[in-house]
């Protein structure tokens, strides 16, 4: 959702696709980047300019100490830091502390059968009036 929805929309809105940094830490070319000062060695090179820029991180429970690599970010003005995970430790109500109050949690669940039907439904008929 975050690199197909999210970055999908920044893009329309105006955003250049190079100030979009999406890295995905569960794919294995990116095993290097798991290094905690790899990686932000590797966001850092990608920051050029003083415009705004998005870094969708996912599953960054794959990066020893992230919430160091994401704390380096709060004092840069032109980043704003987006990251998923699917691990336990995201549950926990701690890990927003973790960040000094500087983060919020949304819990993605899945559809329930109705909600699927719905979408279903209408992917079928977009699909069967072509």
């Known amino acids: ?70 704390n380096s970010y709060l004092s840069v003005n032109n980043a704003d830091v987006y990251v998923t995970g699917s691990n336990a430790k995201f549950l926990s109500k701690d890990i927003i502390t973790e960040f000094r109050g500087r983060g919020w949690g949304i819990h993605v669940h899945p559809l329930n059968f109705a909600e699927y039907l719905s979408v279903y439904r209408r992917r079928n008929a977009a699909y069967l009036q072509k």
């Open 1 to 70: 959702m975050l690199f197909n929805l999210y970055a999908d929309a920044l893009v329309k809105d105006g955003v250049p696709d190079n100030h979009v940094i999406k890295i995905n830490l569960e794919d294995r070319r990116n095993n290097e980047l798991r290094n905690p000062d790899k990686l932000l060695h590797h966001i850092d090179s990608l920051l050029v300019d003083d415009q705004m820029y998005y870094i969708l991180l996912d599953e960054v429970q794959m990066v020893s100490e992230f919430e160091d690599v994401l």
